[in-house]
């Protein structure tokens, strides 16, 4: 089982406390720092300094760091062509040496989009341009050295690309697809995915959702393995008062938060990531809401993550 710190920077963060708490997943053994791609904030929070775009943020990251996996959960199909984003992840990747892996999702608040100026289209349009956004994404990346890649879709055209920069890996890095879609997100995952995300979803949601992936990888006839994760709010505590403590601070109750995260004491986390294994979970997501509390991931790291 790998443990990823995932952090929500619109509800406020400079590039400078995403820095701290990136080498703090590294120095305390986390697998990765994850970041979600967001440029407005949700909830009863100021959100301020304001939205940090996370591949810029990852591009900093990935000289500050030497070991974790960086990522997002996941990038927006709507923000950005798929050429110019094929160049920035891959040159991201080059500058971790091969860390990055790419997650992908439709867009889905509408808010930010007008907040920001960017377009919004309608729910089957964001799935028809996250289709061929795959499919340009991959394409590029695994078009051989020297060869050119052209592309005619509905949304998109690309005519005599030179498909590069390469990523360090050869046909570019890990892809994870999440939602819980019972249709389009499986046949996409089965697909292209290199991994299946779920989020903030139950056990049982979630062997629902894993079932169907399976499926339609079966029906794929696909026969590379995919790995499956699932992400958790996450507020751990040694005793009832310090979990109370980090629950207040992040605005939410501890009976929700147990009902439907991972909260408790570190004994009750790794029972409960125990039970998400036997599902063929191989890595979590943990994500972490207040970005301050460095002790924290001190906690998780040595009372959750070592005995996993």
Known sequence: MRLRIF??????ASYETLSSVARATEDLGFDGFFRSDH???????????????????LA???RETSRIRLGTLMTAATFRLPGPLA??????????????????????FEEEHAAYGIPFPSLNERFERLEE???ILTGLWGTPQGATY????????????????????????????????AKRTPRLAARFA??????????EDTEAAFGRVRKACEEAGRTKPMVYSAAQVVCCGRDEAELKRRADAIGRDVAELRENGLAGSPAELVDKIGRFAELGTECVYLQVLDLDDLNHLELLAFEVLNRL
């Not at 952090?7 to 406020?12: A, H």
């Not at 991201?92 to 889905?108: E, K, L, Q």
């Not at 998109?156 to 892809?175: E, I």
């Open 7 to 12: 952090t929500e920077p619109q509800q406020g």
């Open 39 to 57: 440029y407005l904030k949700m909830g009863d929070v100021s959100g301020e300094p304001g939205p940090t775009d996370a591949w810029i943020t």
């Open 60 to 62: 900093a990251l990935a």
């Open 87 to 108: 160049v920035s992840v891959a040159q991201v990747d080059r500058m971790s040496g091969g860390r990055v892996d790419f997650g992908i999702g439709t867009g889905w």
């Open 133 to 135: 956004q795959l499919e």
């Open 150 to 181: 052209d592309f005619e879709g509905t949304h998109y055209r690309l005519a005599g690309s030179p498909a590069l920069p390469k990523p360090a890996r050869p046909g570019g890095p890990p892809v994870i697809i999440g939602g819980f879609g």
């Open 194 to 203: 290199d991994e299946y995300n779920l989020p903030f979803h139950k056990i």
